[in-house]
């Protein structure tokens, strides 16, 4: 199905501000921070969000993964394509992710939690690392009822595509259920992200319960190890998981699940289940490691590259070549901006 409609594609997560900027030891030191390092935020870290912002020259991205991933889509997609939906809070944070959202060309709906701040992510650079402190705050409290409200649930009825993060199996599994069976309902696509090993390690039943409505799943080596270990596979096989996750029982017939996962540089396994199961390995794109800048987001980039090749109605092997050239592009910027150099005509991106 080619995207003719406005906002054909639906994303649903947790948006965060990430604030980067160049650090050194003595900024790690100050907020006990490691310098290669992912972690929750503490009282200890919370004056680290104005600091960056007023003594350092912070760049702003609207991040959390599915919101990178739908800028990404919309970056490759006609305008008023995708739309993202997820919980800020009431205050300037939130106003500084609706400006760059904007920026994006990417439309919001947000819940805005009175009692919670947005979310926000401070990342340090010190060379090639990144020291990343996340406060989840109103990324957490999504609801149910801001999903079913009329407004917003006539954009979800237009929708032909809704992908979901796997953070959000950790926020409101009501409102991602309720997205999976308006798909199987309306034969729509359904595409979640398995998102980190945490998600099929420790949100397992949350996981499963959304498995029977994956059109598409999306993951990586280290996620689809983890997915084996917590549900019994004997095997380390990466293309074994995909064949097994591909074959898992599904309530829409009408098409087979295709699974994708990414492995860094070696080949991207896509594996589709049905009557008549197949197998593919697919190349990344070649990077000259003076090119290299950040890989943190490149999953996320992929994703978006993708996405944007399935909602325009280009082949399995196009759509993965998209996402791979996206992923690419996010490698060699701070962060997936989406804008270090500009876009190929149109007529190569679907040769």
């Not at 898992?248 to 699974?259: D, E, G, Y």
């Amino acid at each position: 199905m080619v995207a003719n409609k406005d906002y054909t594609l639906l994303c649903l997560e947790n948006p965060l501000l990430d604030i980067q900027a160049q650090g050194d030891e003595k900024l790690l030191e100050k907020y006990s921070l490691k310098p290669n390092d992912a972690i929750l935020a503490e009282e200890k870290h919370m004056g680290l969000y104005e600091d960056l912002l007023n003594n350092h020259e912070a760049k702003l991205i609207a991040g959390g993964a599915a919101q990178n991933t739908a800028r990404g889509a919309q970056y490759l997609l006609p305008p008023s394509s995708v739309l993202y939906i997820g919980c800020v809070g009431r205050d300037k944070y939130a106003d500084i992710l609706q400006s760059a959202v904007a920026q994006a060309g990417l439309r919001v709906e947000y819940r805005v939690d009175d009692a919670q701040p947005t979310g926000r992510c401070g990342v340090i650079i010190t060379g090639h690392d990144r020291s990343m402190c996340t406060d989840l705050a109103a990324a957490n409290h999504y609801k149910l009822e801001h999903l079913k409200e009329p407004r917003i649930w006539e954009l979800v009825e237009k929708a032909e595509y809704y992908y979901v993060g796997g953070y959000h199996l950790t926020v409101c599994v009501p409102a991602v259920l309720a997205l999976a069976e308006e798909a199987v309902a309306k034969n729509k696509t359904f595409i979640l992200s398995l998102s980190a090993p945490f998600i099929p390690q420790f949100f397992k039943d949350q996981l499963d319960q959304t498995a029977p409505y994956w059109d598409y799943v999306i993951g990586n080596e280290t996620e689809a190890l983890a997915y084996a270990e917590s549900h019994g596979l004997e095997t380390k096989d990466i293309a074994s998981i995909a064949r097994h996750l591909a074959s898992l029982p599904k309530k829409n017939t009408a098409r087979p699940r295709t699974v994708i996962i990414t492995q860094g540089t070696d080949p991207t396994i896509v594996a589709i289940g049905g009557e008549k199961p197949s197998e593919k390995q697919h190349a990344v794109h070649a990077i000259d490691s003076k090119e290299i800048c950040d890989t943190n987001g490149a999953g996320d980039a992929f994703a978006g590259g993708f996405l944007a090749g399935i909602v325009a109605g280009e082949t399995l092997d196009k759509a993965v070549d998209k996402g791979h050239w996206l992923a690419k592009l996010s490698i060699m910027e701070l962060g997936p901006s989406y804008v270090h150099i500009s876009l190929p005509p149109r007529s190569v991106m679907k040769q």
